[in-house]
């Protein structure tokens, strides 16, 4: 399977074959070992660089990490109520990937249904992006480019920022399949009390046991090329049993824990072979019966120990992300209980207009809300997007990327009011648009979601809006660093505003000169008219400080400055007059400056202007 330890198929049923004697015989005289404490010196600082809202419920933070010093990625998925108690806080639940997590998505979203099953519980989910044989731990040393600080990250560096900034509480749990549910368990031995809930599906859960570190390192090396000896040393060094779920179970006791494995053999989810209970998953065989050997060796440590659990053998199945899928699903009332949260999402009924709505928008899905305020009218949650109504707008449903560009601007209390219309395909077939009271929000899979407003969005609509030159926009307004105004670029030019001059547009050779010259921090300012036609197919854009000209004829755009030089040209008849269309910036010359056009030269020397 893909991401799910695509291990060489004969080479691993061979290693795991000859793991299996040993790794019982260890389990059974395993002495507990003198653990390593998790990392105590908090890494302060993590900032957040970048949100991109991927939907209204599923959030991508690019963060900063001090301890990893570099950028570390998760994605959110909010809880039931974000929108509907939007002064509430929720507690935490993090999903670990396996072996081989990708640096673009959760194993979660991407092999599993963990969005849409999440959509109607009341905690927001964390999904660490990125680790692919990691442990989710802070390794000795950087290997392949990465020197990986997961743990100091998820427990020191993370928290503050979902409890400062994502309506977080401190309540939490751990979650994760194969690598990742021996990271679980790890964490919560680590970091006693950090977490409520620690769920192990398909777990390593014996680190140490004879032969376990030869075949972590053979999984590592084939899963990138990493080195177990950059991540806890040989397997001597006392940092392997720091990490050992086993040796460490003493530490648990008080969190709700939840373990479970397959048997190797063929489920409801393998394809059979001509041999009994053997699929055509043999890697995927091999590794649930080392899994289950591991599991079952901790939840006899545990029950040893006095600690409950929740443990689940199943009697088939192999290491595939179906039997992960429906083991975060067996899990959750563990975890809810833990978390304090309902275990089923709460009644609701769809009526009046919404109803409407939501019959001709199937894609929606169930409800997961009652009605509630939304800006000057009301709003309901669905599973896969929310549908607003008011006396003006009517009822309008919203999702995916548009919707998740609509939360990022504010939502229903943000500039762009309620939606107005429905979300329709744009006459080209690449896109999307999307009306509201206040503005648009386009979508296609070349720019993203931008939203167009305002004074920019009336001045686009002089250019004729996506089917005008300046097409898509590719980014939202923003402020103009510098001076009071604002900018949004599109695919064929961009918009800029100021107070004093109105919204214009800048586009092709005269945009290209504009930029040359710093944009409004330069000595033109802010433009104060569109691109305007001239004779012989040339261009001009009047700015606060001069102008820009082009024409075929001189094949580049020029700036003519107000001031002395412009105003002569303005003498001679501008581009229809004796000199024709500039051919050069100005230029200083002994005294003074000058600049050339296609028939003449002007000169400023002494202060005396001559044009010849």
Request: proline letters at 7%; hydrophobic letters at 35%.
């Amino acid at each position: 399977m893909r991401r799910a330890h695509r291990l060489r198929s004969r080479a691993l049923v061979l290693c795991a074959t000859a793991l299996v004697t040993p790794f019982v015989v260890q389990a059974a005289t395993s002495g507990v070992a003198g653990a390593m404490p998790a990392h105590e010196a908090p890494a302060a600082g993590a900032t957040v660089k970048r949100v991109t809202w991927m939907t209204d419920r599923r959030v991508e933070l690019e963060i900063f990490s001090p301890s990893a010093n570099g950028p570390v990625k998760v994605q959110l998925l909010l809880a039931r109520d974000w929108y509907a108690k939007p002064t509430a806080k929720f507690p935490v639940v993090y999903m670990l990937d396996g072996l081989r997590a990708q640096d673009d998505e959760s194993g979660w979203t991407k092999d599993a249904r963990a969005e849409s099953f999440f959509a109607e519980k009341n905690a927001n989910i964390v999904l660490p992006i990125g680790g692919q044989s990691s442990f989710y731990t802070d390794w000795q040393k950087a290997d392949q480019g990465k020197h990986y600080m997961w743990e100091t990250f998820l427990t020191k560096e993370l928290p503050p920022i979902l409890e400062g900034q994502w309506r977080s509480t401190n309540v939490r749990s751990v979650q994760g399949l194969s690598m990742g549910g021996a990271a679980a368990m790890m964490l919560a031995t680590r970091n006693p009390g950090f977490f409520k809930e620690a769920s192990s599906f398909s777990g390593f859960l014996q680190t140490t046991s004879m032969g376990m570190p030869q075949a972590i390192q053979y999984a590592q090396h084939d899963a990138g090329g990493f080195t177990t000896e950059n991540m806890w040393g040989k397997p001597e060094d006392p940092d392997w049993a720091a990490h050992d779920p086993y040796v460490n179970a003493d530490k648990l006791r008080g969190t709700a824990l939840y373990v479970s494995s397959g048997s190797g053999s063929t489920g409801a989810y393998d394809t059979p072979t001509n041999i009994p209970g053997v699929s055509t998953n043999t890697p995927g065989m091999g590794l649930e019966i080392l899994s289950r050997l591991s599991s079952q060796n901790f939840a006899t440590k545990l029950n040893e120990l006095g600690i409950p659990a929740q443990v689940v053998y199943r009697p088939s199945g192999t290491h595939t992300w179906q039997y992960w899928d429906f083991e975060m699903r067996q899990a959750w009332p563990t975890v809810a209980n833990a978390l304090g949260v309902e275990n089923e999402k709460p009644a609701c009924k769809v009526g009046g207009a919404i109803a409407n709505t939501v019959k001709a928008n199937k894609w929606l899905g169930d409800c997961l809300t009652g009605e509630y305020p939304a800006g000057d009218g009301v709003a309901q949650d669905f599973r896969f997007g929310r549908v607003t109504w008011s006396k003006g707008t009517g009822a309008q449903a919203i999702g995916g990327r548009i919707g998740g560009l609509y939360s990022a601007t504010g939502g229903t209390a943000g500039p762009l009011g309620l939606p107005a219309g429905p979300e329709k395909a744009l006459p080209n077939g690449i896109g999307r648009i999307q009306t509201f009271k206040n503005g648009l929000i386009y979508w296609s899979p070349s720019t993203g979601a931008a939203s167009v407003r305002g004074a920019i969005k009336d001045a686009y609509a002089k250019q004729g809006f996506e089917r005008g030159p300046l097409k898509l926009p590719v980014a939202d307004e923003h402020k103009t660093p510098k001076k009071n105004g604002s900018v949004q670029p599109f695919q064929g030019g961009t918009i800029l505003f100021s107070p004093a001059t109105g919204a214009h547009a800048v586009q092709g050779k005269i945009q290209d000169k504009y930029a040359s010259t710093g944009w409004e921090n330069g000595p033109l300012g802010f433009p104060k008219s569109d691109e305007v036609a001239l004779k012989n197919m040339g261009r001009v854009t009047l700015f606060e400080g001069g102008s820009i000209y082009w024409s075929p004829a001189t094949g580049n755009a020029w700036v003519i400055k107000n001031g002395p030089v412009m105003d002569a040209y303005k003498a001679a008849g501008y581009e229809k007059g004796k000199l024709g269309y500039p051919t050069g910036d100005e230029s200083p010359i002994p005294g003074g400056v000058q600049q050339t056009f296609q028939f003449g030269v002007i000169k400023i020397v002494n202060g005396k202007v001559t044009v010849a």
